[in-house]
């Protein structure tokens, strides 16, 4: 795996061109993207950004996203794969609006620095870092965002393709990551990507990444079902990162996990951690088992959950 060992002491880059990039203009982008999107964008000021869910009318997740406020726009960055349709899912509600959407995927790069020394790398190769987490500000064309998606510290370039070879010659003393070393590190740290693990299926409630959800904000599209689930206590199953406790084969990515002889839920998504020598990966399980305080296993192999910031306590 390339770039591996420097994504957990140092910093590595990766190429995420294929993430989706959207620019939304004109004087009611700040009411449309707040009425589509379920945390408080309105909040937003110069520089700031938010993790968000946008739905459906049935509370069905189509796309998380990171949207930043930058300038008189808003920055919407999504998981590769899924900025076409979220695009179209907010162009239909353009009616009146003085709203423009604008695709970047094919005027702009984007490349990801992540690990412990991020910030400090780009800064020596004179990036402007914003100063906090989901923030952004302009630069050379294009943005600075201080994102991640392997869980440790990351700063994102979003620039002009015209400049993209500089910048390769300039990350040239940099560890470049492939996809694998990422994705390893991505599941050690336990961050969840749509797409793989949060699916279109799951209720916001059932991927507990509530730091995407502001419950006093107001009405969104999709919000009925939500504060019916949040009122009704209505959950039954969870997103967790979890730790196959043994050295051998890495079991398959729907392996079923039980506890107390019972069914408890099953992997999503696994990989083996060379760092700890055990497969490390994410499940969805029964609340029941979401407190840590149940035996879980995998084929005789015990289960644990594992420490992630970013999901909500049970």
């Not at 840590?292 to 306590?313: N, Q, T, W, Y």
Request: aromatic content about 6%; glycine content about 12%; proline content about 3%.
């Amino acid at each position: 795996m390339l770039g591996y060992s420097e994504l957990r002491t140092s910093a590595a880059w990766r190429d995420l061109s294929g993430r989706g990039r959207i620019l939304a203009h004109g004087e009611d982008n700040a009411r449309l993207l707040h009425a589509m999107s379920s945390n408080h964008v309105n909040g937003l000021e110069e520089g700031q950004g938010c993790y968000a869910f946008f739905l459906n009318a049935v509370g069905r997740i189509q796309s998380d996203a990171t949207i930043m406020r930058t300038g008189a726009d808003f920055l919407i960055d999504t998981e590769a794969g899924a900025h076409e349709k979220l695009f179209a899912h907010l162009d239909q509600f353009i009616i009146a609006d003085d709203v423009t959407l604008e695709d970047l995927a094919g005027s702009h790069f984007e490349i990801g620095i992540e690990g412990p020394e991020a910030a400090a790398i780009a800064a020596g190769l004179g990036v402007p870092v914003p100063a906090v987490q989901n923030g952004i500000v302009e630069f050379g064309g294009g943005y600075i965002a201080r994102l991640n998606e392997t869980g440790v510290d990351g700063v994102r370039l979003i620039l002009p393709v015209a400049v993209r070879a500089e910048w390769l010659a300039k990350l040239s003393g940099v560890a470049e990551a492939d996809f694998e070393a990422w994705e390893v590190v991505r599941h050690e740290n336990g961050k969840p990507r749509f797409g793989v693990e949060i699916l279109e299926k799951h209720l916001i409630q059932e991927t507990r990444l509530m730091h995407g959800v502001h419950f006093t904000k107001g009405c969104y599209l999709g919000q009925e079902i939500v504060e019916r689930v949040r009122a009704r206590g209505a959950v039954h199953k969870g997103l967790a990162a979890v730790s196959v406790v043994a050295s051998g084969k890495v079991p398959a990515q729907d392996a079923e996990l039980c506890g107390g002889g019972i069914r408890a839920g099953h992997l999503l998504s696994v990989v083996h951690s060379p760092a700890e020598n055990c497969s490390v990966g994410f499940a969805v399980l029964g609340v029941e088992y979401l407190g840590g305080d149940k035996h879980i296993s995998c084929d005789g192999v015990e289960v644990r959950l594992r420490p992630s910031s970013v999901f909500a306590a049970r």
